[in-house]
C-alpha cells in the first residue's frame, strides 16, 4: 500500500502551508492565530512563531492573521498540488506590543491548547482523534502558581493526585492508577525520584488503555500521563522567578534561552530549579534541585538534532502509609486520634534520591511527505537511602510503629525509537501512516531492611509520646533486620507498532492501530527465564457533523501488562499470563464559536482479564476479571473577553466482577472514587485603569473512596477550594495564591494528609 500510494501523493487535490510570524523586530510570534480566508482551516503558531496548515485546498489562498485588538494581516498566496508552499510574515507590531496583548489576556481559549504530536504520535487535531485527552499548559500552571506536580495534576479530568510511600506521584484515572512514566513520548521514571515541574511546557493526560502506541511499562489501564519539556527556540529570553510561602516554602526558578549563533541554527536552553518546604506536620519537609538543560542543531534543511538533559536530586521525608487491624475499630484516617498535624516520625528519618535522564532525537525529512525520527533516552533512577513509614494501629488509641528501609536501588531504563510518519493516497482515500519499533532494557538494584512483623515500639497517642527517630531506627535494624538484596532481574522489550489513520472524506475518518510485543525475563536465582508476546489493536472512527467544529467519535482500545513470574509462600512459582485490558468508548468533542468553546463528553467501558489478586496468606492468584465504567464531561470556554473556564466532571464504576474469593466479588476496586469534579475560573479586566490584574477562583472534589479491595477502610470525600489574586505587565508578573481556602484535613488516595490552608506568593521577571 505504501509503494502504490508514494506515486499517487503528488496527485493529491490538496497542499501545505507551513511557515513562520515575527515581528517587527524580527522576533518570533508566538501563538497567533491564523486561518485560511473563506474556509474553518487554520492554526496557532507555537513559541518559535512556526506554523503548519496542511490539506489545503488548491489554487490561490489567503491567510487572515489575527491578533486581538487589530484588524486581520491579509496575505495572499498560491497552493499547489502535493506542494509545501513557505509562508514567511512579518507583522508590524514589535514583540513588546505583541507581548502586551498577549498579558491583556484577550487571546481566544488560551487554555484549550490541544494541538500536540505525541498522543498519537503524529500530527493529528483533536477533533480528528477518536481518543479523550486533557492537556494542561504552561499558562494555566503560572496562573494558579503550582510548585508541584500534585497541584498541576489536580486540572485533568477525572484525576485525583497521590503520593507513594516510595516517593512517586501518580492520578487516578478512569478507576486505575496511572503514574508518572512518559516524557515527550518517551519512557521516563518517577517511582521513587519525584517529580519537579520547571522543566514541563505541559502535561498531556491521555485517557482509557494505550498500550498500542506506548507500551505497557508506559501506560496503565486508566491512560498515560506524559510531560511535555520546555524547547529550544530562536530569541534570547530569561526569566527568573521567586515563589515563597508557608511553611518555610522558597523556591527559585530560572529559564535561559539563547541562539548559539548568529545563523540560529543552533540554540541551547537551560531551566533549573531550587525547592526548600517544610512539612505542614511538626516534622518533615521537601528540599530539591533541577538541573536541565536542552540543546537543539539544525543540521540542514531536512535534519534536525535535539539533544536534553535533566537531572533531580532530592532529599525528604516519605508520606506515611496508615494500616489498620480489626481490633482498632478504625475504618476511615478522619476517626485516628491524632492530631492532624503530628507525626510518628521525625524528619532525620529520611530519603535521598536522585534522577539523571538523557534524551537524543534526530528528525529527517524524507520527502515533503515522510519524516523519520530516531529516538535515544536512558533515565537512571537512583535511592541511596529511603525510610518509609508504615504505622499499624493495633486499638483505637495505640498505634505499633514500624519502618522500611529501602536502599541502595538503582533502576535503569534505556530505549531506543524509530519512527516514521508520512501521508499518502490511495484512490479517494487520503492516508496519516505512522510505523515504529522499539527496544526497551531494563536493569536494576534493590536492596531493602525489613524487620518482618515485629514493630520497633508502640505507643498510647493519648498520653505523651516522642517521634521514632532514625537512630533508634537503625538501632532496632541491627538487632532484628539487616539489609537484604532483592532478586532483580534484566528485562528486555521488542516492539513493532502501526498506525493509519484514513480520511474517506473531509468529515469522516477512521483510525487503525496494531502493537506487537515480545517480552523477554532473563531471570534472578530460582526463576527461571521466559518469554510473553502481547498484541494489541486499537480502532477508531470520527465524524464531524459540522466541519471542523463538532465531531463525534468512537474507539475500542487495548492495554496490557506484562508480569513476572511470582514466587509463592510454598516455594512454587506461578508464571503469570498477559493482564489485558480492553476498552469501548463514544463521544462528542465540540470546538465551536471561533474556538471559544472546547468540549468533550464520553462513556467507556473497560474490561480485564486475568486479573491478579493477593490474599492474607500472600499467595497470589490469576483469576479476576474487572469491570470499569463511566463517562467525563470537559469543558474550556472563554464566554467573553478577559473571561476562561476550566470544568471537569468524571464518573466512574470500578468492581471486582469475579474473584475466588467470594467475600471481594461485587466490591469496589481499591482508590477509584465514584465523582471527581474539577473547576477553575479567571478574569482580567478589561478596562485601561486595571489591565493586567486578575483573579482566579476554583478547587477540586473528590469523592469518598476505598484503599483495599476489602471495602474496610476508607478516605473520606473532600472539597479543596483555591483563590488567586495577579497582576501581569509585559516584563514581569506577580501572583498570590492562597490554597485550601476552607482550611478542610483532607487525605490523598494513599491515606496521606494533605496540607491545611497556606499561602504562595510568586514574583517573575523576564528580560
Not at 677 to 699: D, E, R, T
Request: glycine share 8%.
Amino acid at each position: 500500500m505504501i509503494l502504490s500510494g508514494v506515486s499517487a501523493v503528488a496527485q493529491t487535490g490538496r497542499g501545505t502551508i507551513r511557515g513562520t510570524v515575527t515581528t517587527a523586530d524580527s522576533k518570533p510570534a508566538a501563538f497567533v492565530t491564523i486561518l485560511i480566508k473563506g474556509t474553518n482551516r487554520g492554526s496557532l503558531t507555537d513559541e518559535t512563531g512556526q506554523f503548519t496548515i496542511k490539506n489545503v485546498p488548491t489554487g490561490p489562498q489567503s491567510l487572515l492573521i489575527f491578533l486581538i485588538g487589530y484588524q486581520p494581516e491579509e496575505h495572499t498566496l498560491q497552493v499547489q498540488a502535493g506542494e509545501i508552499v513557505a509562508a514567511n510574515v512579518q507583522l508590524a507590531e514589535t514583540a513588546q506590543q505583541l507581548d502586551e496583548i498577549v498579558v491583556s489576556g484577550l487571546a481566544t481559549n488560551r487554555f484549550a491548547q490541544k494541538e500536540t504530536d505525541y498522543i498519537a504520535r503524529m500530527p493529528l487535531k483533536n477533533l480528528e482523534n477518536p481518543q479523550v485527552y486533557t492537556v494542561i499548559p504552561k499558562e494555566l500552571l503560572k496562573e494558579q502558581v503550582a510548585v508541584s506536580i500534585n497541584n498541576a495534576l489536580s486540572n485533568a479530568t477525572g484525576a485525583a493526585p497521590v503520593t507513594y510511600p516510595a516517593g512517586g506521584f501518580g492520578i487516578t484515572s478512569r478507576g486505575f492508577s496511572t503514574g508518572i512514566n512518559a516524557r515527550n513520548g518517551l519512557e521516563t521514571a518517577a517511582s521513587r525520584s519525584s517529580v519537579d515541574i520547571g522543566n514541563v511546557e505541559r502535561i498531556e493526560v491521555i485517557k482509557g488503555p494505550s498500550g498500542t502506541l506506548f507500551g505497557s511499562s508506559i501506560s496503565s489501564f486508566g491512560g498515560v500521563v506524559n510531560l511535555v519539556t520546555k524547547k529550544p527556540f530562536e530569541t534570547a529570553q530569561t526569566e527568573v522567578g521567586y515563589t515563597f510561602g508557608s511553611y518555610g516554602l522558597n523556591r527559585f526558578t530560572v529559564d535561559v534561552n539563547t541562539p548559539v549563533n548568529a545563523e540560529k541554527t543552533a540554540l541551547f536552553r537551560i531551566n533549573a530549579a531550587v525547592n526548600r518546604q517544610n512539612s505542614f506536620l511538626n516534622y518533615g519537609y521537601n528540599n530539591t534541585l533541577l538541573i536541565a538543560p536542552s540543546f537543539s542543531y539544525k543540521v540542514s534543511d531536512r535534519l534536525t538534532v535535539l539533544a536534553d538533559a535533566e537531572y533531580l536530586g532530592v532529599n525528604q521525608t516519605r508520606s506515611t502509609y496508615t494500616r489498620v487491624t480489626a481490633a482498632s475499630g478504625i475504618d476511615n484516617p478522619a476517626a485516628i486520634p491524632l492530631d492532624y498535624r503530628k507525626s510518628l516520625y521525625l524528619d532525620d528519618a529520611n530519603a535521598i534520591t536522585t534522577a539523571s535522564k538523557f534524551f537524543l532525537q534526530a528528525n529527517y525529512k524524507l520527502s515533503s511527505s515522510w519524516t523519520s525520527s530516531t529516538l535515544f533516552s536512558f533515565v537512571s533512577e537512583n535511592a541511596k537511602q529511603s525510610y518509609q513509614y508504615y504505622p499499624t494501629w493495633i486499638s483505637p488509641t495505640s498505634v505499633a510503629r514500624n519502618i522500611l528501609i529501602y536502599g541502595p536501588i538503582y533502576n535503569n531504563y534505556t530505549n531506543l525509537q524509530q519512527n516514521f510518519t508520512g501521508t499518502l493516497t490511495t484512490g479517494p482515500i487520503d492516508h496519516k501512516i505512522l510505523l515504529g519499533v522499539n527496544y526497551r532494557f531494563y536493569n536494576g538494584e534493590f536492596n531493602y531492611a525489613s524487620s518482618g512483623s515485629r514493630f520497633v515500639d508502640t505507643v498510647n497517642v493519648t498520653k505523651t509520646f516522642t517521634a521514632l527517630n532514625k537512630a533508634k531506627i537503625d538501632q532496632f535494624m541491627l538487632t532484628y533486620g539487616s539489609v537484604i538484596p532483592f532478586g532483580v532481574s534484566d528485562q528486555s522489550t521488542y516492539s513493532v507498532y502501526g498506525s493509519d489513520v484514513l480520511t474517506f472524506s473531509d468529515r469522516l475518518s477512521a483510525m487503525l492501530s496494531l502493537r506487537l510485543d515480545r517480552y523477554d525475563y532473563k531471570g534472578v536465582s530460582g526463576t527461571d527465564a521466559y518469554g510473553q508476546t502481547s498484541l494489541a489493536p486499537k480502532l477508531g472512527l470520527v465524524y464531524q457533523l459540522v466541519k471542523d467544529q463538532v465531531s463525534i467519535f468512537g474507539n475500542y482500545m487495548s492495554g496490557f501488562q506484562n508480569s513476572a513470574p511470582v514466587n509463592q509462600p510454598d516455594g512454587s512459582l506461578l508464571v503469570l499470563r498477559p493482564i489485558y485490558a480492553n476498552q469501548s468508548e463514544g463521544g462528542i468533542k465540540a470546538e465551536a464559536f471561533g474556538r471559544k468553546l472546547n468540549l468533550s463528553l464520553s462513556y467507556y467501558y473497560i474490561a480485564i482479564k486475568n486479573a491478579t489478586r493477593t490474599d492474607a496468606k500472600s499467595f497470589t492468584y490469576q483469576d479476576g476479571e474487572q469491570v470499569s465504567k463511566g463517562f467525563e464531561v470537559e469543558l474550556i470556554a472563554n464566554p467573553v473577553r478577559g473571561l476562561n473556564l476550566v470544568l471537569g466532571y468524571a464518573y466512574n464504576d470500578n468492581r471486582i466482577v469475579k474473584a475466588s474469593d467470594a467475600s471481594i466479588s461485587g466490591n469496589k476496586a481499591a482508590n477509584a472514587p465514584t465523582n471527581v469534579f474539577n473547576g477553575w475560573l479567571s478574569y482580567k479586566f478589561q478596562g485601561k485603569v486595571l489591565k493586567g490584574l486578575g483573579l482566579g477562583f476554583g478547587g477540586n472534589y473528590v469523592d469518598k473512596n476505598f484503599l483495599t479491595t476489602a471495602n474496610t477502610y476508607y478516605l473520606p470525600a473532600y472539597t479543596a477550594l483555591n483563590g488567586t489574586l495577579f497582576y501581569e505587565q509585559p516584563r514581569w508578573r506577580f501572583g498570590l495564591k492562597l490554597n485550601n481556602l476552607g482550611d478542610q484535613c483532607y487525605w490523598d488516595l494513599y491515606g496521606s494528609p494533605q496540607a491545611p490552608r497556606n499561602l504562595a506568593a510568586n514574583l517573575t521577571v523576564r528580560f
